[in-house]
């Protein structure tokens, strides 16, 4: 039974990062349409004053009498359509320049026109898309919540179990992470007090502490959220799903990252797990986990429904099995 929960919850966070990743590009796609409206706005405005000025030259020969233009009254007096105007002064060579600017014009903003116009038909096409993806992915993981319940209370004692030692667990893996970043921070106090005061303060070696990864001061920040439930489609203190967490955690340092654990692979560099800094992101399950590395092996993250922030190993036999690798956010 127990096997079964713990499917499903791997089940559950695929389907909630999928419902995110619905959110990234829906949010795109949105600030798309926004933009080509614009665009349109100004495209018929522009194409529309170009047409006055076409209409008005065109006025000006016809009353005219052609007398100064016999060639672009004959066109006008035989076009039956816009196109033909446009197709028909083309080909005259006694256009003057002014004339042919005002040609240019017209086709010029009647093309940007019709561009954005397919574009934002494109848009809206691709924002529906994404939003019956986006449905149905949440109702894909209502789903599963229903199913996970009954599981869950079929077994409560077990769990309850479970659930005490995994508190005891997690006091001591807190423990053991505040003291390491403890000793982190003091190295780097001490670090910058042997730049100031020069190389009489190094080691009788004359060996000096590396400095820390660029974003270690995250583990810190993570450390401050344990024990804050699991949400699904969380990105706030009221509760993170995985990459709601990881996203959240480094938008404290000024850092932008997206709300899906397969986008977020893509920022940053690679970094072989042999090399593991705090605060590089750590990946499972075909992209669809990601945790906060924080150093001595484990990592914080956000798990899965009816869980909570917490600390894991990447010695632990899922994660082992499921590790895909790692990314080191850089400025």
């Known amino acids: 039974m127990l096997g079964e929960i713990h499917q499903l919850d791997v089940q559950l966070e695929k389907s909630a990062e999928a419902y995110d990743l619905a959110n990234v590009k829906l949010a795109h796609i949105q600030a798309q349409i926004r933009t080509n409206r614009f665009e349109l706005h100004v495209a018929r405005h522009n194409y529309k004053r170009a047409q006055q000025l076409l209409a008005a030259r065109l006025r000006e020969i016809y009353v005219s009498g052609g007398q100064s233009d016999n060639s672009t009254l004959e066109i006008l007096l035989g076009s039956r359509s816009l196109d033909d105007v446009l197709n028909s002064l083309d080909a005259v060579n006694r256009v003057s320049s002014a004339d042919t600017s005002i040609l240019h014009q017209v086709r010029t903003f009647r093309t940007d026109t019709r561009r954005t116009s397919a574009l934002l038909k494109t848009a809206n096409t691709a924002q529906r898309q994404v939003v019956a993806e986006r449905a149905a992915e949440k109702a894909s993981v209502e789903r599963s919540l229903v199913e996970r319940q009954r599981?869950?209370?079929?077994?409560?004692?077990?769990?309850?179990?479970?659930?005490?030692?995994?508190?005891?667990?997690?006091?001591?893996?807190?423990?053991?992470?505040?003291?390491?970043?403890?000793?982190?921070?003091?190295?780097?106090?001490?670090?910058?007090?042997?730049?100031?005061?020069?190389?009489?303060?190094?080691?009788?070696?004359?060996?000096?502490?590396?400095?820390?990864?660029?974003?270690g001061g995250v583990v810190g920040v993570a450390m401050q959220y344990l024990g804050t439930p699991y949400v699904w489609g969380g990105g706030s203190p009221g509760g993170f799903d995985c990459s709601g967490f990881v996203m959240y955690v480094y938008s404290q340092m000024g850092v932008s990252l997206p709300h899906n654990a397969a986008a977020q692979f893509s920022y940053g560099v690679p970094v072989s797990q042999?090399?593991?800094?705090?605060?590089?992101?750590?990946?499972?399950?075909?992209?669809?986990?990601?945790?906060?590395?924080?150093?001595?092996?484990?990592?914080?993250?956000?798990?899965?429904?009816?869980?909570?922030?917490?600390?894991?190993?990447?010695?632990?036999?899922?994660?082992?099995?499921?590790?895909?690798?790692?990314?080191?956010?850089?400025p």
């Open 151 to 215: 599981l869950v209370a079929s077994i409560k004692g077990e769990i309850a179990r479970l659930q005490a030692e995994e508190l005891a667990r997690q006091a001591r893996l807190q423990r053991e992470a505040a003291a390491r970043l403890a000793a982190q921070q003091a190295q780097e106090r001490e670090a910058i007090q042997r730049t100031v005061i020069g190389p009489s303060a190094l080691t009788p070696e004359g060996v000096g502490v590396a400095p820390p990864s660029q974003y």
């Open 274 to 330: 042999d090399q593991l800094e705090p605060g590089d992101l750590v990946f499972f399950d075909g992209l669809g986990h990601v945790g906060i590395y924080i150093g001595g092996g484990q990592f914080i993250h956000s798990p899965h429904t009816g869980d909570v922030v917490k600390i894991s190993s990447l010695g632990e036999s899922w994660y082992s099995a499921t590790y895909v690798g790692a990314r080191r956010i850089v």
